[in-house]
């Protein structure tokens, strides 16, 4: 039976993409309203052919919805989701508002798809760093309990939205035509042809000398694995690259498992391609994972300077896996 759905935050990097897998998987979609702040009412956006008006968001803007979308910012789902519920929508928020809240599941459909069932209006997704990774460690845990995870990101400006590809865009055209004085107003630092150890790129550091974008891969990856002996440790990076996260994962675990044996494990895993043939110069690549729903996965090696340790290389697009792949994916499951 088809539904009416609410997009909020349509017209973000993250609400376009919410657009193109509703049409694309054929969400049962009765009626779609997408819905921003007052700067964006009246902009025009297509689905399924037909041109759809973008509304301003208002505590009226869930009469008659089913299934809300939430993906413009923590403040706005803290506000608009109780009116949502209100309304008799059911949430799926991809803010972090609510991802840490006893009585909210937080669900990757891959490894928690039970949890969804617990919900009381609202479902949290898992930021984006943290979905690809858990989603190639739940294999591993199951077979030989994770004791400890080290993970370094590489992540794509759109995580941060789409001003942030714009700002990396006219950055680096602004560089290779050799003029002076662009203004940046995104990023601490230069981003084109750079690294940046800060996510996100403001109010970023807390005082253990970690980054809220670290510590919710810490929190989170615990809650969904439904485990907290997990021990996790992780240094968050901006990269130039426009779209997908790439994450280098050291692991270890208590049960010795062979590099073969994880291989395996990952090649019959839902929602995971291993690509890994080293003679072949094969791995997952950004480049290549753009626009794909698959968490990749390869450099698939035991860690020598441990007993029982795996080192990965995991690469996803953060759009669509990482954010809303994963709720639409929550989304078919609740109906
Ligand atoms: P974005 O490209 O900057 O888009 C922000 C969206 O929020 C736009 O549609 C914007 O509408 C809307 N918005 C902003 N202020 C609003 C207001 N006062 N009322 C109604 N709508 C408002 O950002 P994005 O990358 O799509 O990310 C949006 C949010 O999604 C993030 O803040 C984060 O919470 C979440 N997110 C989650 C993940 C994840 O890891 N799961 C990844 C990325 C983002 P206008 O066009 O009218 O400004
Ligand atoms: O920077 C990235 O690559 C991912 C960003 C996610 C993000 C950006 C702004 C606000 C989040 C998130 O999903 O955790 C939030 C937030 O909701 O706190």
Redesign the pocket.
């Known amino acids: 039976m088809a539904v009416n759905v609410a997009v909020v935050g349509a017209t973000g990097a993250v609400g376009e993409e919410f657009i193109r897998i509703l049409e694309s998987r054929n969400f049962p979609v009765q009626e779609l309203r997408l819905l921003a702040s007052k700067r964006s009412a009246g902009k025009k956006m297509r689905f399924r052919g037909a041109e759809h008006t973008v509304q301003e968001l208002t505590k009226h803007s869930f009469q008659g919805i089913k299934i809300a979308l939430f993906s413009a ?2 403040s706005i789902s803290r506000e608009y989701v109780p009116y949502a519920i209100e309304s008799g929508a059911v949430c799926v928020d ?4 609510f991802r840490m809240d006893d009585d909210v599941p937080l669900v990757v459909p891959e490894v928690n798809p039970q949890e969804i069932a617990k919900h009381h209006g609202v479902i949290a997704n898992p ?3 943290t979905i690809q990774m858990v989603v190639a460690l739940k294999p591993i845990h199951d077979a030989a309990r994770i004791k400890r995870v080290v993970v370094s990101t590489y ?2 400006v759109s ?2 939205g789409l001003k942030a590809v714009d700002e990396l865009q006219k950055e680096t055209a602004s560089i290779l035509s050799g003029k002076e004085g662009f203004k940046r107003n995104l990023f601490p630092h230069q981003i084109a042809f750079n690294v940046l150890p800060q ?2 790129q403001s109010n970023a550091f807390l005082s253990n000398g970690y980054t809220s ?1 670290e510590m ?1 891969m810490v929190d989170e990856t615990k809650k969904i694995m439904g485990d907290a002996s997990i021990r996790v440790t992780a240094t968050t990076v901006r990269v130039p690259v426009i779209r997908c ?1 790439s994450e280098s994962v050291n692991v270890e675990t208590e049960k010795k498992i062979t590099a073969a044996e994880v291989k395996k494990l990952l090649s019959k895993a839902p929602g995971v391609t291993v690509l890994d043939d080293a003679a072949n110069q094969l791995y997952p690549l950004a480049t290549h994972a753009t626009g794909k729903d698959d968490v990749f996965v390869g450099r698939i090696r035991e860690d020598e300077s441990i007993a029982n340790g795996i080192n990965l290389w995991i690469v996803s697009d ?1 759009l669509r896996k990482g954010a809303a792949l994963n709720a639409i994916q929550i989304a078919e499951m609740l109906l």
């Open positions: 910012g923590a991809n803010s972090s508002a930021n984006c760093s992540q794509a995580g941060a996510i996100p974008e919710k996260h953060n």
